[in-house]
């Protein structure tokens, strides 16, 4: 009888009452064939694999994390509540010990969800990893997170919860924006002031296949990870860089997936995005259970893998070379990147629009954020949305230091006078205020 190498937990949720139409990629049959095969290669009889039940996320798990405009109820369905709750759940097992790995297969995803919500983007509403990270950080205390997002549209959302934050590494792999949804994630967005460099952006070229995307993961992504030194390894595990997929152009393989997983052993992986629902994520999916389980996995292949099919050219060879080598230069000139960038400031702004494509709407932003040595700094967030909604905001981080700490409570009350909906984030203490 099969024993598992590492004990690991998985949970299924495929949101039977949840879809965005009866015909969209984003439905319940994407985890059912997933479901169906597990069953199929007698998965879950493997000694050391163990399925948990799904959870309920709370509304102060989400508030945690994000602003939801008006408010979570308004926003967020149950079936969001969880698939946050399920990886929650297995982040639960991961910290007591329970287990060693933890693959939440879920749905809806998360990553393209930011810190404010006006509604859904890129088939996302709240950020799934990003709920799950900060409720381990509160219950447990765990502090340096890596997230490397696979999925084959950059993470906007993730990235944009953790720009601020030194503590999260943020590791995107994707296909380049120029080509693709949502038209982000290049190499120069580096992070915020105060954790510049702890984004990293990998935007691989269409038609990279597996020996692209490992060639990324040996050369780049696992020395950051063993310079970064993470408690938590989180992968974002997209599947929509297979092959067949029907809204991406890459060459990724269920073997690639499988030893993408392998190599970068996340402590635990969330399912994202991935469309090809017979010919891609039975696949890729079992390749993953597996690797993360520590055993054989060579014999799962596509019915029509071809690898000679799917061989990158040597201009696509070529370039996730150089992009690596220079993306890898960043991270190692990060210090000096910040230094130059803050000289002088006391406070660093930004203004950007977000479109929520899902739902058809406009939001602009600006923010302005604390420049501080010690921590991710207190941030005055404006929002503005095309539907009438307003809102002003101060963010204080997790482990934001005495004084942002400090200033980001004064600054709030300060703003009660302006008469706009008014927020508070203070993760610090671990609490959402809306006046």
């Not at 946050?84 to 060693?100: F, N, P, Q, T, Y």
């Not at 994202?272 to 690797?291: K, M, Q, R, T």
């Not at 004064?410 to 006078?417: E, G, R, T, V």
Request: aromatic fraction near 8%.
């Amino acid at each position: 009888m099969l024993k598992a190498v590492n004990r690991l937990g998985i949970i299924f949720f495929p949101a039977f009452d949840w879809a965005i139409s009866p015909t969209h990629p984003e439905r319940e049959e994407r985890l059912l064939y997933t479901q169906d095969q597990v069953w199929e290669e007698g998965i879950l009889d493997i000694e050391g694999i163990t399925e948990y039940r799904p959870a309920l996320a709370a509304n102060a798990d989400v508030s945690r994390v994000h602003i939801c405009v008006p408010d979570v109820e308004s926003r967020v369905t149950q079936s969001h509540l969880i698939a946050a709750g399920s990886a929650m759940a297995l982040g639960d097992a991961w910290a007591s010990k329970e287990v060693d790995k933890a693959f939440a297969i879920v749905r809806p995803p998360g990553h393209h969800a930011m810190r404010v919500v006006h509604g859904s983007r890129g088939f996302c509403t709240i950020n799934i990893e990003a709920v799950m990270i900060e409720h381990l950080r509160d219950k447990y205390g765990v502090k340096r997170v890596a997230v490397v997002d696979t999925d084959c549209h950059h993470g906007d959302g993730t990235q944009d919860i953790y720009w601020h934050d030194p503590n999260t590494l943020f590791i995107s792999l994707h296909q380049d924006g120029r080509t693709l949804y949502p038209g982000s994630g290049f190499p120069e967005e580096l992070g915020g002031p105060n954790a510049l460099g702890y984004t990293l952006n990998v935007p691989l070229p269409p038609g990279t296949s597996d020996d692209g995307f490992l060639y990324a993961l040996e050369h780049l992504v696992m020395p950051v990870l063993a310079e970064f030194k993470p408690d938590l390894i989180v992968n974002s595990a997209g599947q929509d860089n297979h092959y067949t997929d029907p809204l991406t152009n890459m060459g990724f393989s269920a073997q690639g997936y499988a030893r993408l997983n392998d190599i970068l052993s996340p402590d635990i992986a969330v399912l994202e995005g991935g469309y090809s629902i017979e010919g891609a994520l039975p696949y890729v999916n079992v390749g993953i259970l597996l690797a993360m389980a520590g055993l054989d996995y060579s014999r799962v292949k596509e019915p029509d893998f071809d690898p000679a099919l799917l061989r990158q050219s040597g201009e696509v060879t070529g370039y996730v070379k150089k992009l690596c080598a220079a993306v890898y230069e960043r991270w190692k000139n990060r210090e000096e990147t910040r230094r130059q960038e803050v000289k002088g400031k006391e406070f660093s702004e930004r203004r950007r629009g977000v479109y929520y494509d899902t739902d058809g709407i406009r939001e602009e932003q600006r923010e302005r954020t604390r420049v501080c040595e010690k921590c991710g700094g207190w941030t005055e967030l404006h929002s503005s949305a095309d539907t009438g909604e307003r809102l002003t905001a101060v963010l204080i981080p997790k482990f934001a230091c005495p004084r942002c700490a400090t200033e980001g409570r004064q600054a709030f009350n300060a703003l009660k006078k302006n008469g706009r909906r008014l927020y508070l984030q203070d993760r610090a203490k671990g609490k959402l205020i809306n006046s």
